[in-house]
């Protein structure tokens, strides 16, 4: 696959040129410089070529600090990988010392490079752009990535660079969101699964704020796996990047097929876990929940026992999800994980047939399905599954009554014994004269 890095210094509208480029809305954007730390990538077509773009964070060489310097970690592996980079410096500034550098820096890559100069917005702005050819370059490419505006013709360069062509983008992968409160070791999942350090990963919590999509091939089945930022308690974000990091991470959640929950079995259960566990729930995901931290237990041989019904008494309603003790610092049970995904996806995706199901349904459901009054009887005519992803079913009744919420854990319960649909919400629906109702 053919990758472009885009890099520069901090708050140059790196990220607002990819979500342009991408035409999605991927990268957090925001006028507070390093708001992109891990790099993000986004598979495009675009006139029959197909391309992979990544977005790095901000450029800050010489940087001690933790953070800062794993940006600059991420963004340097980034710039080995890609084919062509997309150097962005910003108009209004003019070029400063840390453009100069960067510029040096990417003539010893070796590489072909396109500088980008942004925030061309206004007519005054095109002449500032023009002392940009100082830094020896024999083109440059003046955009406003904000308002979509000469970015077509930086398009069309990359185009041409890009050899063969597509047409069309196959994905055949899982989508696989990994999910949890802060610093329960996400990224450190990530990075085991992958074989490397993809996200930046440091005891700070809330390292984490784009959602990082990252390609795996495991056993022959492809997935693409998202480390999400760490969902925190509404009123404890209080940047507003932290704030829309929350909103991307759920947002990301619907694009999941299956969602890792990851909790830190040292700490133990929180209401906050049973909330973000909710969220998967809620949006129909199959879901796997992944206690790490596991090498940090004092443990025997009940503890594992003891602690897997200390997650079944607090989140009843994941009774379906399967668990499974991990050490993202060790690497202990992490390849099982995959595993335990695709198991999922199979599932999710099962769907019964009309006939099978009617039979299922009269040989084991129908003698048992009575309403809450003592005298009257209940019965269902008929069912079948309307949709999958999750398998969702309807159940036709004779009565205008509803059925009762113990009667629907009753269904679904007969329906998991009969079909699995391992680590897969069910849900029930009953046809009740001219109504449709959800439980």
């Known amino acids: 696959?053919?990758?472009?890095?885009?890099?520069?210094?901090?708050?140059?509208?790196?990220?607002?040129?990819?979500?342009?480029?991408?035409?999605?809305?991927?990268?957090?954007?925001?006028?507070?410089?390093?708001i992109t730390r891990d790099r993000l990538s986004e598979v495009v077509l675009r006139y029959g070529k197909s391309f992979e773009i990544i977005d790095t964070g901000g450029f800050v060489p010489e940087e001690k600090d933790a953070i800062p310097r794993k940006i600059l970690e991420q963004a340097k592996v980034a710039m080995q990988?890609?084919?062509?980079?997309?150097?962005?410096?910003?108009?209004?500034?003019?070029?400063?010392?840390?453009?100069?550098?960067?510029?040096?820096?990417?003539?010893?890559?070796?590489k072909e490079y396109f500088l980008v100069v942004n925030k061309v917005d206004v007519p005054r702005l095109e002449e500032s752009a023009l002392q940009f050819y100082t830094l020896g370059v024999d083109h440059i490419y003046p955009v406003s990535a904000e308002h979509n505006q000469g970015v077509s013709a930086l398009l069309e360069a990359i185009i041409q660079r890009i050899p063969g062509t597509a047409t069309s983008l196959e994905r055949e992968e899982i989508r696989v969101a990994i999910i949890g409160r802060p610093n329960v070791g996400k990224s450190s999942l990530l990075n085991r699964l992958l074989g490397e350090e993809r996200a930046i990963v440091t005891d700070l919590p809330g390292t984490t704020r784009d959602a990082i999509d990252s390609h795996l091939?495991?056993?022959?089945?492809?997935?693409?796996?998202?480390?999400t930022a760490g969902i925190r308690r509404k009123g404890k974000t209080r940047l507003k990047t932290e704030k829309l990091s929350v909103i991307m991470a759920r947002k990301n959640l619907e694009k999941?097929?299956?969602v890792l929950l990851v909790v830190d079995v040292v700490e133990g259960l929180t209401k906050l876990d049973a909330t973000?566990?909710?969220?998967?729930?809620?949006?129909?995901?199959?879901i796997i929940v992944v206690a790490n931290k596991w090498d940090l237990m004092s443990r025997d041989t009940h503890t594992a026992a003891l602690t897997e019904k200390e997650f079944r008494t607090h989140m009843k309603f994941l009774d379906y999800s399967p668990i499974i003790f991990v050490s993202a610092k060790t690497g202990k049970r992490v390849t099982n994980v995959l595993n335990f995904v695709k198991k999922a996806f199979e599932a999710r995706q099962f769907r019964v047939s009309t006939a099978k199901l009617n039979k299922f349904l009269e040989k084991k459901v129908s003698p048992d399905v009575v309403s809450v009054g003592k005298q009257q009887k209940f019965p269902v005519k008929y069912a079948a599954q309307v949709s999958a992803e999750p398998p969702t079913f309807v159940f036709f009744t004779?009565?205008?009554?509803?059925?009762?919420?113990?009667?629907?854990?009753?269904?679904?319960?007969?329906?998991?014994?009969?079909?699995?649909?391992?680590a897969t919400p069910?849900?029930?629906?009953?046809?009740?004269?001219?109504?449709?109702?959800?439980?």
Do not use: W
């Open 81 to 110: 990988e890609a084919n062509l980079l997309v150097f962005v410096t910003d108009a209004r500034e003019g070029i400063l010392p840390m453009d100069e550098t960067l510029n040096a820096l990417l003539r010893a890559q070796d």
């Open 426 to 439: 069910i849900r029930v629906l009953q046809r009740k004269r001219k109504s449709l109702q959800r439980d």
């Open 276 to 286: 973000i566990g909710g969220y998967a729930h809620k949006a129909g995901k199959s």
């Open 1 to 34: 696959m053919y990758r472009i890095a885009i890099v520069g210094r901090p708050n140059v509208g790196k990220s607002t040129l990819f979500n342009c480029l991408t035409k999605t809305r991927k990268a957090i954007v925001g006028d507070e410089p390093g």
């Open 256 to 258: 999941a097929d299956v």
């Open 398 to 422: 004779r009565s205008s009554s509803k059925l009762h919420f113990s009667r629907q854990r009753f269904l679904v319960n007969r329906l998991r014994e009969e079909y699995g649909f391992y």
């Open 217 to 227: 091939k495991f056993e022959d089945q492809s997935y693409c796996l998202i480390d």
